[in-house]
């Protein structure tokens, strides 16, 4: 697992800037909706396959964190829930359900912005992407645009709290 602050957004690939903005537009719009601002996008071959982003509040669905709404979209649109071969973009370290769903789906990397200290279960509370954990591993990548995204969710939280 790499993390690499912001200051070092130079030695971040290119593509890898340009899909995490795509997720900050998504965790804006859940924002905007009152939500926990996530947002994810999962893509192959430089193709975004789906997007997501949090709103178990609207769904009334726990369930419904943004890498698990682009995991649905993107099996449902592929008609194979085993996603081999795409990087997942995500804002926010992912907790464990979703780590879990991205080892079920043979996701091949994973690109988040900040760390989740309280349910992150990639490096800060949980390491369960370590290499031969699981049948699947995942490649991780901290750091990709974590200013923007823990100002976002700290800016959302501190509205929140009036």
Do not use: K
């Not at 800037?17 to 719009?29: N, V």
């Not at 009334?60 to 943004?66: F, G, L, Y």
């Amino acid at each position: 697992m790499t993390t690499v602050p912001d200051e070092a957004c130079g030695a971040h690939a290119p593509e890898d800037i340009h899909w995490m903005r795509e997720a900050l537009a998504l965790a804006h719009q859940a924002a905007a909706a009152g939500e926990v601002p996530v947002g994810a996008v999962l893509v192959r071959d430089g193709e975004c396959l789906a997007r997501g982003w949090n709103h178990p509040i609207a769904a009334s669905d726990p369930t419904v964190h943004a890498e698990i709404h682009a995991l649905r979209a993107a099996a449902e649109a592929e008609q194979n829930y085993r996603l081999s071969g795409t990087t997942l973009y995500v804002t926010l370290e992912p907790c464990v359900m979703c780590v879990g769903a991205m080892v079920h789906a043979r996701v091949g990397r994973l690109v988040y912005g900040a760390t989740e200290p309280r349910t992150g279960a990639v490096e800060s509370c949980f390491e369960l992407l370590q290499p031969g954990l699981h049948n699947h591993n995942v490649a991780c990548l901290g750091g990709v645009l974590a200013e923007e995204s823990a100002t976002l969710l700290r800016d959302f939280f501190r509205s929140r709290r009036g």
